[in-house]
Nanobody, 118 residues
C-alpha cells in the first residue's frame, strides 16, 4: 500500500521560505511522476509542480515558476518542494501526489498547511 507523508508546512511571513517534504513508501516509484498540489480555503485543488523520477524533468504552474523548486532524492524516496519569496496567496494545504500513467493510478498524502502572513 502506498503511503505519502508530507511535512514542512507552517506559518511564515511574506517573502519568506519553506521546504516541504513528501516521503513515499509501499511501492517502487521509478515509473511515477510525483506532484504537489494545493488547495486554498474555498477554492479547488490546483497543480503546483511535478517531478519525474525516470528523467528528473520538472514542471511548474505559472503562478510559482521562478519561486518554487521541486526535486527528488531517490535514495530516500522523498520529494521536496522548496518555496521561496512566498506570498499570502500561496496560503493553502499542500498535497503530495504519486501518479502513474500506465495503468493509471493516483495516491495522495493527507496534506500539510502553509500559511503566509502579509
Amino acid at each position: 500500500q502506498v503511503q505519502l507523508v508530507e511535512s514542512g508546512g507552517g506559518l511564515v511571513q511574506s517573502g519568506g521560505s519553506l521546504r516541504l517534504s513528501c516521503v513515499a513508501s509501499g511501492r517502487t516509484f521509478s515509473s511515477y511522476v510525483m506532484k504537489w498540489f494545493r488547495q486554498a480555503p474555498g477554492k479547488e485543488r490546483e497543480f503546483v509542480a511535478a517531478f519525474s523520477w525516470s528523467d528528473n524533468r520538472t514542471y511548474y504552474a505559472v503562478s510559482v515558476k521562478g519561486r518554487f523548486t521541486i526535486s527528488g532524492d531517490n535514495a530516500k524516496n522523498t520529494v521536496y518542494l522548496q518555496m521561496n519569496s512566498l506570498k499570502p496567496e500561496d496560503t493553502a494545504v499542500y498535497y503530495c501526489n504519486a501518479h502513474r500513467a500506465t495503468p493509471t493510478m493516483d495516491d495522495w498524502g493527507k496534506g500539510t498547511l502553509v500559511t503566509v502572513s502579509s
